[in-house]
């Protein structure tokens, strides 16, 4: 079984799967310089994730199988992720001469009081995160554990689809990792900055807050795209379906954009500034430098410029691919189109070059 953290053998397919699709991308790195070489997304039907759980593995896997198809790429190990709500972390001071071999040891025997459920029901894997700044003869250890069930269903999923998991890695870190791709966008200095990452879900939006380049704060609310799928489907007699497929492509009545959007938009914004007080209310700092939105609706038009009106903060959609070449088989304007919602498996294809 492919751990958390667990370091590549080779080149990976960064595959990230959410409530509503799958998402797959390829890299490739020249001098220093990241080449997208192909990339896909692919719908899922409504019920084959649910809350971040795949429920459906044939489903989901089969999706997949497309996605891969469509990407036409020749990879078939990958790099995925498990949600954060599914993995317990604890970052642990060990003694600094151990081995690999002599932390993993002593992680499990020390494990048991860290995590709520017996030790042969997870899945354990620890990153050293570099020496501790409290004790110089000691260092930092990233404990990691997520249910075993829940990595074992991620593989059986890729299975279906003909692939083969070397990487599990956790989501928010993807979303961290591929923070670092923002340069051109944020200045820099981002990592000096502190960076608010709203990664905007079907369901659940997350706010990130990063210092120096990793996620200092993270929380999670109870809202996403589908609020904007449910009100079409009432306003205008809508299946699910229908409504999903209207809101991505267009052809809804003339009142939609000023009344249903519009509203929507509205409310992403107070959701944003909401989570923000609560960052702000932790103490650790009273103000961010920027805002920058991921996920399916972070693309909306006018959105951004609206969070950036409301709290009064830089805000600007993702962009992972400003400063990345493109093979020629990738569509650009369809790549731009897709940017924010791609960071998750941008920051995992990533993996490949750890």
């Not at 990487?167 to 923002?182: F, G, M």
């Not at 795209?225 to 492509?249: F, H, N």
């Not at 609706?297 to 951004?304: T, Y």
């Not at 088989?329 to 924010?340: G, I, P, Q, Y």
Request: one cysteine or more; proline letters at 2%; aromatic letters at 6%.
């Amino acid at each position: 079984m492919a751990g958390l953290f667990k370091k590549k053998a080779n080149r990976l397919l960064g595959v990230a799967i959410s409530t509503t699709t799958v998402k797959l991308i390829e890299l490739s790195q020249t001098s220093g310089r990241y080449q997208v070489e192909a990339y896909a997304i692919e719908p899922l039907p409504i019920g084959a994730v649910v809350e971040k759980s795949i429920a459906d593995t044939q489903v989901v896997g089969e999706a997949l199988s497309r996605a891969l198809r469509k990407s036409k790429s020749a990879l078939r190990t990958v790099a995925t992720a498990v949600a954060g709500s599914a993995v317990i972390t604890k970052t642990i001071e060990m003694d600094a001469g151990l081995s690999d071999d002599e932390l993993e040891s002593q992680l499990k025997i020390e494990a048991d009081q860290y995590i709520p459920f017996p030790i042969d029901e997870v899945a354990l894997d620890f990153e050293v995160q570099g020496i501790s700044a409290r004790n110089q003869g000691r260092v930092d250890v990233l404990l990691a554990a997520c249910r075993r069930e829940s990595v074992e269903n991620l593989e059986a999923t890729l299975d279906i689809a003909g692939l083969k998991a070397e990487v599990v890695d956790i989501e928010a870190y993807a979303l961290e990792r591929a923070c670092a791709l923002l340069s051109s966008q944020l200045g820099k200095d981002w990592q000096e900055q502190v960076v608010a990452l709203v990664d905007l879900g079907a369901t659940i939006t997350t706010l990130s807050v990063l210092h120096k380049g990793r996620i200092i704060y993270s929380r999670e609310q109870v809202f996403g795209g589908q609020q904007l799928t449910d009100e079409i489907q009432r306003r205008y007699g809508l299946s699910e379906v229908e409504a999903e497929y209207a809101k991505k492509k267009g052809g809804l009545p003339d009142d939609y954009q000023s009344d249903v959007l519009q509203s929507f938009k509205e409310s992403v914004a107070s959701q944003v500034s909401r989570s923000l007080q609560f960052f702000f209310a932790s103490g650790q700092f009273h103000n961010v430098d920027c805002i920058v939105l991921s996920g399916g609706s972070a693309s909306i038009v006018g959105l951004a410029g609206l969070i950036q009106q409301k709290v009064s903060t830089r805000t600007l959609p993702a962009n992972p691919f400003a400063e990345m070449t493109l093979s020629n088989k990738v569509e650009a304007a369809a790549l731009a189109t897709e940017a924010s919602s791609l960071m998750t498996a941008c920051g995992l294809a990533m993996r490949s070059f750890d």
